[in-house]
């Protein structure tokens, strides 16, 4: 997607409604499954060779809960707020993190990842009471009941266990 410098220099500056279909490093999250086309929407806004990107990035996005690892689908809804600058970048431009795009346009798709990236949530699960998968046969608890042993110890903490039973001897 881009914005060129001529519209958003405009009086209002240039409206932004459009589809990104890059998803590019966000497919590489192990418990994002999908990820639909990203929709901008917002205002470009530009003058004296800065421009102002202000808007929101949405996109359906399907994850595998952390528990049991069904789908689970979400609407991720990120904030967009970027600065551009044509001219090559001051150091206070720099630490500001302003994007130098000195040609006539700006490409919008790169910073629409990272909003959504920053949006994704963090962990994510199919309902608050879901039982998980099972340590030791791997079935979905959540679907089926096994008769798996209920509680193993981690063999490193199995001496501490002998020594809770003996009653700390």
Request: hydrophobic content about 40%.
């Amino acid at each position: 997607m881009k914005v060129f410098w001529v519209d958003a220099e405009k009086p209002g500056g240039a409206e932004l409604d459009d589809w990104s279909f890059r998803v590019g490093d966000l497919a590489r999250r192990v418990d994002v499954w999908r990820i639909g086309p990203l929709h901008v929407r917002g205002r470009a806004i530009a003058s004296r060779g800065v421009c102002e990107v202000r808007g929101r990035v949405l996109a359906e996005v399907g994850y595998r809960c952390s528990r049991c690892l069904g789908a689970v689908e979400d609407l991720v809804d990120a904030p967009l707020q970027e600065v551009f600058a044509r001219a090559p970048l001051s150091r206070e431009q720099v630490e500001a993190d302003v994007v130098h795009s000195p040609g006539e346009a700006i490409e919008l798709d790169t910073c629409a990842e990272q909003a959504i990236f920053v949006g994704l949530r963090a962990q994510v699960l199919c309902s608050p009471l879901c039982k998980g998968l099972c340590p030791v046969c791997g079935s979905d608890r959540n679907t089926a009941s096994c008769a798996c042993e209920a509680e193993r110890i981690d063999p490193r903490w199995e001496a501490l266990g002998d020594a809770v039973r003996r009653g700390g001897e």
